[in-house]
């Protein structure tokens, strides 16, 4: 009998043990980005970020590991007023993962990085409705899985960028959120 008594309580504290677990599993990286996709849905896409910053260059988000850049920075392509310039995005983009120097890094090392911070953001509820895109091609220099916001055309990419030079080989992960600049002018069609 006490048995059955303590089986029937365990079983209706379940729900609530997983509801629990399921909150607590959450990665910190998808918290982290909520600032960054806020900044990017601005009228000029982290331009208030970028002010609150010098040189454009925010703290890092911890979550990216130990191995991330220190500091991530942000990019200011154009303003409504056009001052800025031109550019197709603003952006924020932290390095995620770089070899030391003088290590070899190879392009398997480099997607495992991007693909496993990839899969984080697949569990990101601030991305759900957005439109997931893997590689087309894979080529030596830069391959990104990305999301798009269909709404607004705000990006969140994982890019793996790779070097190869005569003397040396390197590359690099980088985490971007980019926002569409909006006084970018697409140049005049080829005639």
Sequence with gaps: MKRSIAL?????GLPALHAAAEEAYKWPLCEDIKPLLAAAEEPTPFLALNSLTPNGVIPGLA??????????RTYI???????RGGGQWNFAECTVWYPMS????SRAQLDERRTYVAGILGTCEALDGWVFKLPEFETYA????SWTNPETGVQVAV??????????????VNFIV????PSYTPPPAPQ
């Design 159 to 172: 890019e793996r960028e790779e070097y190869r030079g005569s003397r040396s080989s390197g590359g690099e």
């Design 8 to 12: 029937a309580a365990l079983a209706a």
């Design 77 to 83: 392509a154009g303003t409504t007023e056009g001052i």
């Design 63 to 72: 979550s990216l590991g130990p191995d991330a850049g220190k500091n991530c």
């Design 102 to 105: 003088g290590d070899k890094v």
């Design 142 to 145: 830069t391959v990104e899985e």
């Design 178 to 181: 980019r926002a569409p600049n």
